[in-house]
């Protein structure tokens, strides 16, 4: 298990709240949805929807990381105060999010859980097994 220190929990705040805000401003947005304007903003803008998805990326790592040493922190119970500061912040940056861009906030919100959550399992397993 690594401990993470507050200066490196802070940069991942940072990046996963800039990169999933970001992902959302640069992600385009038609007035109207259909199969023919994604194609085309496919073609005519590939960059934009490219820095998107490389963005929303990295915020939703950033955001598993700090879910999963959450999780490492309680199930494992080296320091539930902590554990506990790092759920809140993790959750009031989706919070802001929610209200800034409710899709990409859900979106974000149940990658990183999930990843945060299964790779907290993986790391038990191979702590278990010795490796």
Known sequence: MRLLTSKQKTIRFLIGFVGIFSAAQMFPSPEYWSWGT???????????????????????????????????QHMYSINKRKANNTGAFILLCYLILWFLHPVASLLGCFLSFTYGIMDAKASKRKKVRGE
């Open 38 to 72: 994604f194609f085309g903003e496919l073609l005519f803008a590939p960059l934009s929807l490219l820095g998107s998805v490389v963005l929303f990326i990295l915020g939703f790592l950033a955001f598993a990381q700090l879910v999963q040493y959450m999780v490492e």
